[in-house]
Every structure is written in C-alpha cells, then in structure tokens.
C-alpha cells in the first residue's frame, strides 16, 4: 500500500508539517506519522479528510486496488458489528434457494409467488408461533 508515501508526498508538497496537517484533519500527530509510515492504515473517512487537507482527489492518495481493500475491510467491521447486536441476521441456505428462485421468476411470476406465500401466512399450521423462537415446519 503506497498510501502513507502518497500522504507524505503531498504533505511536503503542500509545505505542511506533521503536527499542522495532523491538527487539520483532527488526528493526533504520531497518528498521522503512523500513516505514512504504513505502519497504521487510515479509515476511508480519515483518508477523505486528508484528500480534502492536501486538496488533491481520493484516487491520488490510495490506488483503487487498496480502495476496494479499504472499502471492503470497513463493510466487514459494519456487517460483524449489525449482525453482534442483532440488526442483521445471516440468510438460511433455504431462505437463499427460496430468494434464487424467486429471481428467476418474471413479473407475473413473482407477484403470484407473493399472493402464495401472503395465503400461506393466513393458516395456522405455517406460521410462526409467538413464544417458539424456532421455526415450526409443518409438511
């Protein structure tokens, strides 16, 4: 990752100390120097804030093949943190099929498939019940 050389390189460019660019994008000054070091990888909102310093465009700082490392790296941390507390649950393999094959359908298709499934809510038999957390599975 050539990100921390890009910072620096622009930094000095800009006739910029550490601490004076440290202090405009609210970061602590051995932070920055841990940047461009490559020894401590910025969130993409630190790097924004740097483009931003510096006034040069994102890509001049990190390379698009990091972007997407960075990118997918903060998707990651996001995805961990919603499904620990909850607000994301992992998709069951058939719930996956169920989804798959809905997609195949055309229009016609997919709305019929939702009147069958809205008419499948209606009996008892194939509903979920209220104090039983696991699914009942009625064939």
């Known amino acids: 990752m050539n990100t921390g050389q890009n910072i620096k390189n622009f930094r000095k460019l800009r006739g910029l100390t550490q601490k004076e660019l440290a202090q405009k994008i609210g970061v602590a000054e051995i932070?920055?120097?841990q940047y461009e070091n490559?020894?401590?990888e910025p969130r993409i909102e630190t790097i924004q804030k740097i483009a931003s310093?510096?006034?040069v465009?994102?890509?001049d700082i990190v390379d698009a093949a990091d972007f997407q490392k960075l990118i997918s790296k903060e998707v990651d941390a996001v995805m961990?943190?919603?499904i620990k507390s909850g607000k994301v649950r992992i998709i069951e393999t058939d719930e996956q099929?169920?989804?798959s094959d809905y997609l195949k359908l055309n229009k016609s298709g997919k709305s019929k498939a939702r009147e069958y499934v809205?008419?499948?809510?209606?009996?008892?038999g194939?509903?979920?019940?209220?104090?039983?957390?696991?699914?009942?599975?009625?064939?």
């Open 38 to 40: 490559n020894k401590r």
């Open 57 to 59: 465009r994102l890509v």
């Open 53 to 55: 310093a510096l006034n």
């Open 97 to 99: 099929e169920l989804v």
């Open 31 to 33: 932070t920055l120097r």
């Open 80 to 82: 961990d943190s919603h």
């Open 118 to 124: 809205k008419d499948l809510t209606l009996i008892p």
């Open 126 to 139: 194939y509903t979920k019940k209220d104090t039983d957390p696991d699914d009942q599975q009625t064939e």
